[in-house]
């Protein structure tokens, strides 16, 4: 039986509009994932961690603050330090255009605005975060 | 399938919440879509808020005593508004939220606003602020001037007033965690104008309560909190006797996905909160009644907006008469802002946007609503433009000078549908009172997670309606698919972080350490009592203590809140 996705939702920096982020959480675990979420006000640091320990195949960072350009670069960097830089980070929110394409030239995955449906987000983590702990597992335990 | 599983809870659930027997059959689906939009299911014959709505209202639909439920207008139970006549002798206050980068920056747009005939200032703080955090610290990287203005110290606090003589403008501000800190340095940037506090009109938002269900931007738990704001409330009542203590908001539990009905009760529950923590305190009803006031979301469902207003008053007159005692009838009255919904503005075809803020907001004109914000159709993307802001107070104006509709007050009265409507929001919200009453309170509703969870599962329950086509929104699950229209977007100067940094440092290094230390203890020890924290803080602003210093003093002494992570 083929192992759930797993998924860390989380909320970055001071930014408490958490209304998109428990939805979203809400419709990927009733589509059958294992959604951790981090709760509010985490730093990147704390993400990452998470990250690592729970040993998710991704990460879905929400962003309402305007603060995407600091954060999600910050979360990319200590993923590849931390060494699950294999894991999607994924994400949405009040996020302009050029500032998406910006993120996904550093690495980052596909980010959604205002009005997507959950079922976009979740056919796009199936496809883009398939086996990727499976895989993982192998080198994390080696790791560890 | 998962999703036709799920909508059959939903609709369970929002059958089971709906009282009566008024849930009638779905109607056959629609056979095609317009303009090759997908076809609506099953079209939803109920408000955005999921009561059931008939096709036609008569007579039967009224129950008796429609005038004793109504009274008059300006008189108890103030169904029909706080005032005889209403907007002929005076029009809202239409009040324009704004605040982004400095204080230099936001202090232009003021002087902008009020030169286009804007009556009211209302201040958005940046997150650092909200959160009570200096430009300088770790938590505020990347987020100083982003989401409003950052206000550090007592300086930036000056900066932004300048040129605006404090005891002729009416001022709002948008802090809650902190608002004592705010509170404080306006007292205080008034003195430098000469002009006392008693002088002063406005508002603090400082409604902690909301902020554990809705908003979610705190420093301490609950209670402290609380006890903090009860102490907003007492010291405004004996020095500000033109300034509301509070702002008592369902605006951001309706955002965060609360419906109409949880909206008016969960904030009227917060309004008892507040009152019944005063009263412990041994302070009478109506010393403190007259100053509270509240601050209502409005949706896109325009009789149910409506009928929200006039069911909010009604309930708050017969609470504050009946439950708490009070005899002076402006106890009894609830005066309102209102804000048009955020949340309802698309990113997709923001233009439309200017249309649902002009339903919105004549909804709470219609309403009779004592002031009003009107969204800019930008702020899905960022924070407005000085365009975008200038067409949204310009709706305002249209409504207030070009419809007729100020000539008349509560022209809805006697609406077979409107008065229904009315009466099921009293008798809905009211049953959810009784059963935060029967949990020992709103503090301890909180405290369990009770509007929380209500409101999170209203908010998942809309989302699969939009995502099934059992709701429309337009531009977004129908009528889309056009050239992407873009609009101009404001964009904030990374620069503005580093020069916040750059002053509030300096203000550090220039005040007078000796007067700060002890400003800084004596507010330490304050923190220790039962004491009043005002006063203390007062004088701490007084000694340049920054924002950040000041809410560690709160941190240390009561306690820094994490909420449960659920949803």
């Excluded at chain 1, 999607?88 to 050029?98: E, N, R, V």
């Excluded at chain 2, 009894?332 to 949340?343: C, F, K, P």
């Excluded at chain 2, 007067?515 to 039962?530: F, G, I, P, T, V």
């Amino acid at each position: 039986m083929a192992r759930k996705i797993r998924v860390l939702v989380a909320k970055a920096g001071l930014d408490g509009h958490d209304r998109g982020a428990k939805v979203v959480a809400s419709a990927m675990r009733d589509a059958g994932f294992e959604v951790i979420y981090t709760g509010l006000h985490q730093t990147p640091e704390m993400i990452v961690q998470a990250a690592v320990q729970e040993d998710v195949d991704a990460v879905a960072l929400s962003i309402l603050s305007g603060a995407h350009m600091t954060l999600f670069p910050r979360v990319l960097e200590l993923m590849r330090e931390k060494g699950i830089g294999d894991v999607l980070l994924t994400g949405g929110g009040i996020i302009p255009k050029a500032d998406m394409t910006a993120l996904r030239q550093m690495g980052v995955g596909e980010l959604f605005g205002p009005g997507t449906s959950t079922t976009a987000i979740i056919e796009y983590i199936r496809g883009a975060a398939p086996g990727g702990a499976a895989s993982r597992s192998a080198k994390a335990g080696s790791a560890r | 399938m998962a999703n036709a599983a799920r909508t059959e809870t939903a609709t369970e659930r929002a059958k089971r919440e709906t009282s009566d027997a008024e849930t009638a059959e779905a109607p056959p689906a629609l056979s095609g879509g317009e303009n090759g939009a997908p076809a609506s299911p099953t079209p939803l014959f109920e408000t955005l808020s999921g009561i059931p709505v008939k096709p036609l209202y008569g007579p039967v639909d009224v129950k008796p005593g429609l005038e004793e439920r109504l009274g008059e207008p300006g008189k108890f139970p103030f169904t029909r508004g706080l005032h005889p006549e209403m907007y002929r002798k005076r029009l809202w206050t239409m009040r324009q939220f704004a605040g982004f980068g400095s204080a230099e920056h936001t202090n232009q747009r003021f002087h902008y606003l009020l030169a286009q005939g804007m009556t009211g200032l209302s201040t958005a703080f940046d997150m650092p602020t909200l959160m009570g955090y200096d430009a300088d610290h770790a938590m505020a990287f990347g987020e100083v001037g982003r989401e409003g203005v950052a206000i550090s110290s007592l300086e930036d606090m000056e900066i932004l007033f300048r040129g605006i003589p404090l005891d002729q403008v009416t001022t709002s501000m948008t802090i809650n965690a902190p608002a004592v800190v705010l509170l404080a340095m306006y007292v205080a940037v008034a003195e430098k104008q000469g002009i006392g506090a008693e002088k002063l009109g406005g508002t603090v938002q400082a409604d902690m309560l909301k902020e554990f269900i809705a908003q979610k931007e705190w420093i301490c738990p609950p209670r402290p909190s609380v006890k903090i704001c009860v102490d907003m409330i007492e010291w405004c009542a004996k020095h500000m006797p033109k300034w509301n203590s509070i702002s008592i908001s369902g605006y951001h539990i309706r955002e965060a996905g609360a419906t109409a009905v949880q909206e008016l009760a969960f904030t009227i529950a917060d309004g008892i909160g507040y009152v019944e923590e005063c009263v412990k305190r041994g302070m009478d009803v109506d010393e403190f009644a007259p100053r509270l006031s509240f601050f209502w979301d409005v949706h896109n469902d325009f009789f149910e907006e409506i009928a929200k207003f006039r069911a909010g008053r009604r309930i708050w007159a017969k609470l504050m008469r009946d439950r708490f005692g009070a005899k002076n009838p402006r106890s009894w009255q609830l005066r309102t802002h209102a804000q048009t919904a955020g949340v309802s503005l698309t990113a997709q075809q923001p233009l439309n946007n200017v249309a649902r803020v002009a339903i919105q907001a004549l909804a709470a004109v219609l309403g009779g609503t004592q002031s009003l914000h009107t969204n800019s159709m930008d702020e899905t993307l960022a924070l407005p433009t000085e365009e975008a802001a200038t067409v949204a107070l310009r709706t305002q104006q249209i409504i207030a000078h070009e419809t007729g509709v100020t000539n008349v007050v509560d022209p809805f009265a006697g609406s077979y549908f409107v008065e229904s409507l009315t009466d099921r929001m009293e008798e809905e919200a009211m049953s959810y009172i009784r059963r935060i009453d029967e949990m020992g309170g709103i503090i301890q509703a909180v405290e369990r997670g009770f509007p929380q969870k209500e409101i999170a599962d209203s908010a998942y329950r809309f989302q699969m309606q939009v995502e099934e086509g059992r709701r429309t929104i337009v531009g977004v699950n129908r009528f889309g698919g056009e050239e992407e229209i873009s609009i101009p977007v404001l964009k904030i100067d990374p620069e503005i972080e580093r020069r916040q940094i750059e002053r509030v440092r300096a203000v550090r290094a220039r005040r007078d350490a000796a007067r700060w230390e002890q400003a800084m203890k004596d507010l330490r020890d304050a923190c220790r009592s039962d004491k009043n924290l005002v006063p203390y803080v007062l004088d701490a602003v007084r000694a340049y203590a920054t924002l950040g210093e000041i809410s560690d003093v709160f941190r240390e002494a009561y306690g820094v809140y994490r909420e449960p992570a659920v949803f």
